[in-house]
């Protein structure tokens, strides 16, 4: 029966990849019933991406409160997502203290928002640390945000070490604005007006957003 079960869990998953969520929710719904934890995560999921929160959140919550990690860090997203902030980081933060890198990068993202700098700093240094190259990023600018550039420097190049290219439009801009202040104090040439480029800007007024774009480790 164990068997069975996992199946309608895996057919589930597979119906809802290849776009026919009706189906997936029916197999889905028959696996929760049955009593597969893991199906109340993807259940919930799916029923928050398809226009019925307020199911998916109750079923999110309950797998949450059965210590799910996944399911701590999607009911974290969703009461983001939808602004509300202190429901999500106690969700986010369930999944971090259990390893979860994501949910460490996102608690970070929402306590910069609340001008909580060294909560924010903790968590996305440790998701940094853990190989996060977003995290290196908005840590960065983070450090950036507050004028304290040999920080923002260090993590800046870590991110562009691994391939994170707005790191390296930041460092680059950064580079920049030090190579015009050299000149203004030699009397050459004209200073750059240059405090934080507007590609630069912390993504702390939207957790779930990156540098102006969607950060890949945001589901849809």
């Known amino acids: 029966m164990a ?10 998953q597979a119906l809802v990849a290849l776009g026919e969520p009706v189906e997936a ?14 199906a109340v995560v993807e259940l919930g999921w799916l029923l928050v991406r398809h226009g019925d929160t307020e199911r998916g959140e109750r079923l999110l919550a309950r797998a949450a409160e059965d210590a799910s990690v996944k399911a701590a860090l999607q009911l974290g997203t969703v009461c983001a997502r939808a602004n509300h902030v202190p429901e999500a980081k106690p969700r986010f933060q369930v999944a971090a203290e259990r390893d979860d890198i994501t949910a460490a990068h996102r608690l ?3 306590h910069g928002k609340d001008e909580e700098n060294k909560e924010a700093v903790a968590w ?3 998701a940094a640390d853990a190989g996060n190259l977003d995290a290196a990023t908005d840590l960065g600018l983070h450090h950036l ?13 870590r991110a562009a070490d691994g391939g994170e290219v ?16 050299q000149d203004e ?10 405090a934080t480029p507007e590609h630069a800007t912390s993504p702390v007024g939207d957790p779930l957003l990156h540098s102006g ?3 890949a480790a945001v589901p849809a």
């Open 166 to 181: 707005h790191a390296m439009v930041v460092l680059s801009a950064m580079a920049a604005r030090y190579v015009a202040t």
């Open 145 to 157: 945000n507050r004028y304290a550039d040999d920080e923002a420097a260090t993590w800046l190049r």
């Open 3 to 12: 068997g069975d079960v996992t199946g309608m869990v895996h057919l589930g």
């Open 124 to 126: 996305l240094t440790r």
């Open 108 to 110: 970070g993202i929402l």
């Open 213 to 215: 774009r969607r950060s």
């Open 25 to 38: 929710e029916s197999w889905l719904t028959k696996a929760v019933d049955a009593g597969n934890p893991e």
């Open 185 to 194: 104090a030699r009397g050459v040439g004209q200073s750059l007006d240059y």
